[in-house]
């Protein structure tokens, strides 16, 4: 087990209790026992139902792993938002296809994440999934793997390795799907996610090699 410092811890506003964002170097670490990683990023916008604020149509969010970054800041989540354009972009698709929310999921990666292991030289943003709300996505299956969204919101998507994957019959036959390559760098992938966009269903297999290669054992 390798002990790391950590870089930063932001309090978060919070009704219920005292909130934390820790932020370390490698983006990763154990919390009760479980790898936590804290490099993917949520961002939405939707119709401000407040009438009386016709200055401000609609409302723009971005989100860690689990809260609101209500304040404008240097983070990465923040960062990847104005590098992006996502507000304008995302109230274009919005108006475009007549919904009232839409909200993009993705990985973000680079300088001080996991150790840039894809050596880029700035923030770079990956998304994997979206939808418009609550009850049925108005967003096609289409629309979400096959990069028309991406294409016009000018990002990536993260890598598709099956679009028509069946589960294996055993954990060790998933643990090996897990290993191999990266498809973005030369180095090992740290494992594979399966989602099933219809049932709103996902889990991650972890690579062990990249466990033993990063220390987190």
């Known amino acids: 087990m390798i002990i790391e410092k950590l870089k930063s811890v932001k309090k978060l506003d919070s ?26 990023g949520t961002y939405f916008i939707k119709k401000n139902t407040k009438k009386w604020q016709f200055w401000k149509p609609y409302l723009f969010g971005v989100c860690s792993r689990n809260w609101q970054l209500i304040k404008e800041d240097n983070s990465s989540y923040w960062t990847v938002a104005r590098k992006y354009n996502f ?3 995302m109230i274009t698709l ?8 839409l909200v993009i999921q993705g990985e973000i990666i680079g300088p001080g994440i996991q150790k840039n ?25 289409e629309q979400i793997v096959q990069n028309s969204v991406a294409l016009e919101m000018g990002i990536y998507t993260v890598p598709v390795l099956d679009l028509q994957f069946k589960l294996l019959s055993s954990i060790p036959e998933m643990v090996n799907l897990a290993k ?31 466990l033993l290669k990063e220390n987190f054992y």
């Open 15 to 40: 009704f219920i209790s005292k909130r934390y964002d820790l932020q370390t170097k490698t983006s990763n670490f154990f919390a009760n026992s479980i790898l936590v990683h804290n490099s993917s």
């Open 87 to 89: 507000k304008n972009k």
């Open 94 to 101: 919005v108006k475009k296809n007549c919904v009232d929310t």
């Open 117 to 141: 292991k894809y050596h880029l030289t700035e923030y770079t943003f990956f998304l994997f999934n979206l939808f418009s709300g609550k009850g049925k996505n108005k967003f096609s299956y």
């Open 180 to 210: 191999g390559q990266s498809m973005l760098y030369n180095t090992e992938r740290e494992g594979v996610v399966i989602r099933n966009y219809l049932k709103n269903i996902s889990f991650k297999v972890i690579n062990p090699e990249f």
